[in-house]
């Protein structure tokens, strides 16, 4: 009796796809009304706003310089004290507030804010905006976290050196461990460092969930200030993520609005525990879920990796949301680096490039391991398939090759391989011998092999040798499960012929046994 078709298996619940699938959109439909109705308000309210947001800056400017005089262009060896300080978190914050309503921003402020003996650091989430600076203004002006380069900005760079910024280099190796050694040194101040402000999800999402928030900000294991936004707007103007509206359009289209109401909640501070100071990822963990909690979001693992992965994916001429895997649970249960995941994308690119969507279906698989469609090449499809809609999209293939692929891609398993298709034990596997093996492994008769063959044979000898085998399956770990898949029915069907009856089916447990969940894509958590 054959052995039973794959059906469907049980899935690992942590690798299951997120609440959010990407939460780097932006998809704002603009109305003919609403369209219309930005002109015309556009027309009296934009040049209004220019003019007061310029006097603004006229004033803030001067202050600014006022503020760093005879500073230090990076860095900064103690905190202000004295005027400096009085200047920054009190004339410059009101100015801060008068450039925002300028905008048009209506402020709604809940809960209350503590001080910097009380929560040295402030955690702001969700990020989804260049117009998040505002919570900055209301804060009082705490320090932030900035690059370098931002310091050269035109009026705004003198602005943000006021502030005493951690700064953070792309170019200095060191940048990362001086980060996290201001920000601790800040935070265990003692209240002499103004609070420490920092957007811990690194980069801007649409608001729809909460991502892996970066540990910077838990590294010091002090009390940490929760802070939330929220921009409950009919219209949304102001979400700047990777795909959407340009910075310059949502300025301008915010300028066109009445007003932009933004919420600002100070939840009280979350107080670590023991285990949390000795485990910065537990302490981000438990202050995201507490956020996530109040703002009535799931929360799911994508980090600013995946938004590289995008922009990778983009370049290859994929949906930019291909490229999204979550990448800080992938990267942890998977052990992987973002470089062997950038790899993965152009595996996945190649055999994706014919279709549209950047999904696979059955048909481009087969395509692209140079086989015919059988039911063993249908049972390896839906074990990647892991929501089984039929198609692969890049996060299922990366699974999928890591933990079914290349676990059975050993150099045992290929010896046994090339050694089941070197039928006459020349050492060499030519056409017919290759053919022969692989229309019995899947079930199909009279099938041209040649593209395949020759794409294994590499010198164009006319046969394969075991290092031409072997190079082919390093490179194309898909086939390694194939083979195990063949050599798995040979050793059953040998053991049925030795002692038939005694064997159950896979999938048929014995009465009175509890059938048992499926490991062949799993993972120990």
Known sequence: MPPQRVGALPRQQSLLLPAVINPFVQDTKLSNAAIIKCVLLGIFLVPLRAIFITLVLMVLWPVSVIVTFKLPLKGAVEPSTGWRRFLCQ????????????????????????????????LAVAPHSTFFDGIVCVVAGLPSTVSRVENLATPIFGRFLRSLQPVLVSRTDPDSRKNTINEINKRAKSEGQWPQVLIFPEGTCTNRSCLITFKQGAFIPGVPVQPVLLRYPNKLDTVTWTWQGFKSKTLLLLTLCQLYTTVEIEFLPPHIPTEEEKKSPALFASRVRETMAKALGVPVTDHTYEDCRLMISAGELTLPMEAGLVEFTKISRKLNLKWDNIRKELDGFATMASACKGGRITIEEFASFLKLPVSPVLEDLFRLFDRNGDGTIDFREYVIGVNILCRPSNTEDVLKMAFQLFDTDEDEKVTHDEFTALLCSALGVSDVDMTKLFEAIDADGSGFITFNEFQEFAATHPEYAKLFTTYLEL???????????????????????????????DKKDD
Not at 93 to 113: E, I, N, P, T
Not at 500 to 509: C, R, S, T
């Open 90 to 121: 009190r004339v410059m914050a009101a100015l801060g507030r008068a450039y925002f309503f300028s905008m048009g921003f209506r402020v709604v402020v809940k809960g209350k804010q503590a001080s910097s003996h009380d929560a040295p650091i």
């Open 490 to 520: 040979q050793r059953y069907q040998a053991i049925q012929e030795a002692n038939p009856g005694d064997l159950e089916l896979a999938g048929q447990p014995s009465s009175g046994e509890e059938p048992e969940e499926s490991t062949s």
